[in-house]
């Protein structure tokens, strides 16, 4: 149980467009879903943290304006990147908690890669 | 966020066991000690955590020591699915996972 999903896998967008990336709980209601980046070879960054119904929670640096984040069910969340740029080009995961899981574990999603050129 | 500190790479022959350290100087009296590991191009999943207290499951144990500044992931039987990125990390009460650097394990046949 606990199965997180994202689409799509992959996306390839040109310069200046915005491209949108969903998040789903496919058998637990996600009262908080979390957004991550990865660049090659690094570890994984933390974007912002949405809990349903509200405005997401930024980390410091994260653009709200650029990297827009939507939690508005208990299973799906979704990131738009806004004007992509190629230094967008990374793996988008996304991660959940919610009802009927353990507590103290986050359910990531497999990514999603997202190319900008 | 309290820092964990992890060495970059390790190695082991399959069947061995593995002992992956972590350090965590800082750690507060109420902060979790998760480990993830990450399979290559795929999200994290979750490893095992504990607080205070060694712990087992289906995957691996984990062994804190008693002061709490350090813990070890042991993998009993390392197979080549194991050949992972492993990250040690602190969770506070905002439920935040701040991932360090890890260690990439690999794994020999």
């Known amino acids: 149980g606990a199965v997180v999903s994202q689409h799509p896998s992959w996306v390839i967008c040109k310069s200046g467009t915005s491209v949108k990336i969903e998040c789903r709980s496919l058998d637990f209601q996600a009262t908080t879903m979390f957004w991550y980046r990865q660049f090659p070879k690094q570890s994984l960054m933390l974007m912002a943290t949405s809990n349903e119904g509200s405005k997401a929670t930024y980390e410091q640096g994260v653009e709200k304006d650029k990297f827009l984040i939507n939690h508005a069910s208990l299973t799906l969340s979704t990131l738009t990147v806004t004007s992509a740029h190629p230094e967008d080009s990374s793996f988008y995961i996304c991660?959940?908690?919610?009802?009927?899981?353990?507590?103290?574990?986050?359910?990531f999603g497999p990514g999603t890669r997202l190319t900008v050129t | 966020d309290a820092k964990t500190t992890q060495p970059n790479s390790m190695e082991s022959n399959e069947e061995e066991p593995v002992h992956l350290p972590c350090n965590h100087s800082?750690?507060?009296?109420?902060?979790?000690i998760h480990w993830y590991r990450q399979l290559p191009s795929q999200g994290p999943e979750y490893v095992i955590h504990?607080?205070?207290s060694n712990v087992n499951n289906r995957m691996a144990s984990l062994a804190i020591a008693e002061d709490r500044k350090s813990s070890t992931l042991i993998l009993h039987r390392a197979t080549l699915r194991d050949a992972a990125v492993y990250y040690c990390?602190?969770?506070?009460?905002?439920?935040?996972?701040?991932f360090g650097t890890g260690t990439r394990l690999q794994v020999f046949p």
């Open positions: 991660s959940a908690r919610g009802i009927g899981t353990d507590s103290y574990e986050q359910y």
């Open positions: 990390i602190l969770r506070d009460d905002t439920d935040k996972l701040i």
């Open positions: 800082t750690i507060s009296g109420t902060d979790y």
């Open positions: 504990g607080l205070t």
